[in-house]
């Protein structure tokens, strides 16, 4: 509310703009508005108020200047003087128009008449100094060592595994209609036998690899697979199966075959070959591999109600293991087959955050297939004009 | 005299990944890169409300940047060697109180600094601060004539006449100062806007920006905003004739490969969100803003506006998360919305590491905007 005593001040303006109010709105409006925002007043379609008073004032006249205001009176409470030098405001005001300010009991009345757009000066105001020392040019952080030639840990136990149990070793003959390459790398060789029609890869064998377990499990995941596929994923699939926990990553930063290990380079360089090779005994000539396996046979083959209770017992017993209350995860449906678009608990969610929603999206993925996805409810735009100019 | 000299380039359909092959390198190696490029935005609001506008997609919880917390965040982008900053994002920067510090400080820190704005809060005493401390600014405007311009960015008639002076005063006081930012105009073209191809390019001979871009809309994984990317075949014409209106110093470019791509990517890992982060409005970091709204909880890294940026650079979250998305448990083709601003980058460094291409140091003079990947 204005003062009374200020009321009588006013000559021209019809309206008297209470700054603090202002202020107040157009920081609530930041948060609480999100399309159609702007100032509570109409001639302030151009303001932009600033966190130091004084600016916000200058930038208030300069908006109702352009926006063609002819003259404006401002109020400013205790809260706004308290920081303020009122010749300072007053000189400010007066780059703008025929400037007065009035003081009152608690505040003070500054208006400007015969508005005009204030000559350029230079704006070159300082921006506050900060105590912290800046250090430039810290890029990276170093990727974990590992010695040179052994193999990383994190590889160690799973091709271990698959060398004590190799199926895929040997050449290979090819049948009607299929296609059998054969490419060697560094005295290793991979065979393949295609499919013409499909291009898919319908047998795979190799000899000679330095790491038997790298290229068992290889020939293993690139089988059933289109060849293009194979080339440009296959080797990254690797990686991730032959990895003894997906968290236990060989590098800091991003993992991919050529980072992780150079056990990986082989395979790699086979395959490539591999597909080249296709390409030049079939004229295949694809380049953007879209090929996706989808969800496992299990999981296709299940009704809704089997889905819906093979997830919900993986959510209840993550809910057990962190403390949530029964129920605090519910499936609220099944998106393109795969995709569980989940409600979770307000309390549960802002103790685990993000974080919880990727463990459990693992959760299922590993008890259920590892192709499912999780994603929380959508929030609505809140603002009504946008969500009407759309096809809901 | 533009800020655009006869030996640089402006690359305004594709990427500068190339440029910064140290980075890459360092990615390659499986070391924690600094993003090159950060996009972001001071506020989730916006005093308009644009038909196409993906925002509306991206609602997450809003939380408010303050003069202390993009100050923090500028020193950190600083500090772990972020080159460049953009504040287009999910809402009008120029609305927030902080939005002229903003641009100083980053500047001051020797962080690039840009903006992707619609321009009507820009009153020309707003411009003589900014301008100076900026590498380009682009002006949102998708439609040449006042009543279109109004039906389609919700907004009064009487703003499309602000925002044209608006431009007229941005390049009045680049010319006056010879100050070397770019200043552009950009269409976002949905199908149903082939009206006003020709009209905003002939205003754009007029008002005299440096360029004029011509883009497509993008869309969520499930099409919410309706576009209809076999619809842009019967603007083919227009979008050739509004190019042809190009001169020595107005170019009119189109998003030819983002048009062509019909919003299909040709790669399933996303490599590109490490060098190119965006975070909303809110202080939300994500890898981008495709992944801002609440629906994408598992892709939310941090908030500036509660952790330094950083200590949330550097924690495992974030990795993780970057991880994931170049991990074969993603794939781009199925998760995600269509043409993000990562595509071009994500594009070529999937060639590269498919074997496809080798990145080189390109030759010749580096392009402008090359902190802007
Ligand atoms: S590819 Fe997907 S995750 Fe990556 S930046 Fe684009 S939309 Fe975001």
């Known amino acids: 509310m204005l003062e009374p005593a200020l009321h009588h001040t006013l000559v021209a303006p019809s309206e008297v703009l209470d700054y603090e109010q202002l202020y107040a709105d157009y920081q609530t409006g930041l948060v609480d508005r999100l399309r159609g925002f702007g100032a509570a007043a109409e ?17 208030l006249w300069d908006a109702a200047a352009a926006a063609g205001e002819r003259d404006i009176a401002v109020y400013l409470g205790p809260t706004t003087t308290a920081s303020l030098d009122g010749d300072e405001v007053l000189g400010t005001a007066a780059r703008f128009g025929v400037a007065t300010l009035t003081h009152g009991r608690t505040g003070w ?14 704006e070159r105001r300082a921006v506050a100094p900060r105590a912290r020392a800046i250090v430039h040019g810290v890029t990276t952080t170093p990727a974990i060592e590992t010695s040179a030639g052994a193999i990383h840990p994190a590889y160690v136990d799973a091709i271990a595994r698959a060398t004590a149990d190799v199926q895929h070793d040997g050449v290979l003959s090819a049948d009607a209609g299929e296609l059998m390459l054969r ?71 991003i993992v991919t075959p050529r980072s992780a290990d150079p056990c990986f380079a082989r395979p790699q360089a086979l395959i490539r070959a591999a597909l080249a090779d296709y390409r030049a005994q079939t004229g295949f000539a694809d380049w ?20 819906e209770a093979a997830v919900r017992t993986v959510l209840d017993t993550f809910v057990a293991a962190h403390d949530g209350r029964p129920g605090a995860v519910e499936l ?24 919880l929603v990727f463990e459990l999206e693992q959760a299922l993925r590993d008890a259920i297939d590892p192709r499912l996805e999780v994603v929380l409810e959508e929030i609505r735009d809140r603002n009504r004009k946008r969500r009407l100019a759309v096809v809901e | 005299m533009t800020g655009m000299t006869d030996h640089t380039q402006l690359i305004l359909d594709g990427t500068k990944i190339g440029w910064h092959l140290d980075r890459v390198h360092a990615w390659e190696r499986g070391e924690r890169i600094a993003p090159i490029t950060i996009d972001m935005a001071l506020t989730r609001a916006c005093n308009f409300a644009c038909e196409y506008c993906y925002a509306m997609l991206q609602e997450n919880d809003r939380k408010v940047i303050t003069r202390d917390v993009i100050f923090d965040f500028l020193e950190d982008c600083a500090e772990i060697g972020v080159k460049g900053i953009s504040f287009v994002s999910d809402g ?25 704005t619609n321009g009507l809060a820009l009153t020309k005493m707003r411009l003589e601060e900014i301008l100076p401390h900026l590498t380009y600014l682009r002006v949102n405007i998708s439609a040449g004539e006042r009543d279109r311009y109004a039906q389609i960015m919700g907004v009064k008639p009487e703003w499309f006449d602000r925002v044209c002076q608006n431009i007229r005063d941005m390049m009045e006081i680049k010319r006056r100062d010879d100050l070397p930012v770019t200043v552009g105009m950009q269409m976002v073209v949905m199908p149903s806007y082939g009206d006003q191809i020709l009209p905003l390019a002939r205003l754009g001979q007029s008002l005299r920006p440096d360029y004029l871009v011509l883009k497509h809309c993008s869309d969520s994984e499930d099409g919410e905003l309706g576009v209809d990317y076999d619809g842009y075949d019967s603007l083919y014409d227009k979008l050739r004739a509004a190019e042809a209106l190009s001169d020595d110093e107005y170019k009119v470019v189109v998003k030819w490969s983002k048009i062509e791509a019909r919003g299909k990517r040709s790669y399933q890992r996303c490599y590109g969100a490490p060098f190119m982060i965006q975070l909303s409005g809110s202080g939300l970091v994500a890898p981008c803003g495709m992944l801002f709204n609440e629906r994408y909880k598992k892709f939310h890294i941090g908030n500036i506006c509660e952790t330094r940026f950083r200590d949330i650079w550097a924690s495992d979250r974030y990795w993780d998360v970057m991880n994931l998305l170049a991990s074969p448990e993603f794939n781009a083709q199925k998760m995600c919305g269509s043409l993000c601003l990562q595509h071009k980058v994500n594009e070529t460094l999937d060639a590269h590491a498919k074997g496809l291409v080798q990145l080189t140091t390109p030759r010749g003079a580096a392009p402008a905007h090359i902190d802007f990947v």
């Open chain 1, 43 to 59: 001639c302030l379609s151009l303001w932009v108020p600033d966190e130091d008073p004084a600016t916000s004032l200058r930038n």
């Open chain 1, 109 to 122: 009345l500054v208006e400007v008449q015969e508005l005009r757009a204030a000559a350029p000066v230079a």
């Open chain 1, 183 to 253: 490419v060697e790398d560094h005295g290793s060789t991979l065979s393949l036998v295609v499919d013409r029609e499909t291009h898919v890869i319908r047998r795979a064998a190799f000899t000679d690899a330095p790491h038997e377990g790298v290229m068992e499990r290889f020939c293993a995941l690139v089988e059933g697979v289109p060849i293009l596929d194979a080339a440009d994923h296959g080797v990254a699939r690797l990686e991730l199966s032959l990895r003894e926990h997906r968290a236990h990553r060989p590098v800091a930063g």
């Open chain 1, 288 to 307: 953007i591999s879209t090929h996706d396996a989808g969800p496992a046979a299990p999981w296709r083959a299940m009704s809704p109600a089997d889905r």
């Open chain 1, 332 to 355: 609220v449906a099944v998106e393109i087959d795969v995709r569980l678009v989940l409600r979770l608990d307000e309390a549960l969610l802002s103790d685990g955050g993000p974080r």
């Open chain 2, 92 to 116: 009008e920067s120029t609305i927030s109180p902080v939005f002229a510090d903003a641009i100083r400080r980053g500047s001051e820190l020797g962080l690039s600094m840009a903006v992707g």
